[in-house]
């Protein structure tokens, strides 16, 4: 009976290793155990800071909501409590962007967190489908 190897499945498998490997220095590129320790240890790492960047970003919206809450007179804390109790529903995320590059808008939060009237947004009437087109609508020309 002929003698039965794996090669196709081997080589393929030594392949993936090597080419996850690229651009590594040295042995880590060349070798394939060395190769598949280093890639191997490199999906640990990069598999630990998905979760590590998701920490990170939280922990910056808050400390940008902060600064912005602190500069209209708020803390963070009061801030997120008032709108809970105003029952505005903002993650932090929007928040942070608010704070950082609307400042105006976010003050009108900040007002309602702290219990003030706030004045409705002006909201411009977007038209629908029912609404009839103002002016004539120029037809392209013939196909």
Not at 36 to 45: D, F, M, N, P
């Amino acid at each position: 009976m002929p003698r039965s190897v794996n090669n196709v499945a081997h080589k393929s498998r030594k392949k993936k290793y090597l080419k996850a490997a690229r651009g590594y220095v040295g042995g880590r590129s060349k070798l394939y155990r060395t190769a598949r320790q280093a890639v191997e240890k490199g999906w640990l790492y990069a598999y630990r800071d998905r979760r590590v960047r998701k920490r990170e970003m939280r922990r910056l919206w808050i400390i940008r909501i902060n600064a912005g809450a602190r500069s209209n007179g708020l803390s963070y804390s009061q801030l997120i409590n008032g709108l809970h109790k105003a029952d505005i529903a903002v993650d932090r995320k929007i928040l942070a962007h608010l704070a950082w590059h609307e400042p105006e808008a976010f003050a009108q939060l900040c007002a309602a967190a702290r219990g003030e009237d706030v004045p409705a947004p002006i909201v411009e009437s977007v038209p629908t489908e029912t609404d009839e087109p103002q002016g004539e609508v120029d037809e392209p020309a013939g196909e």
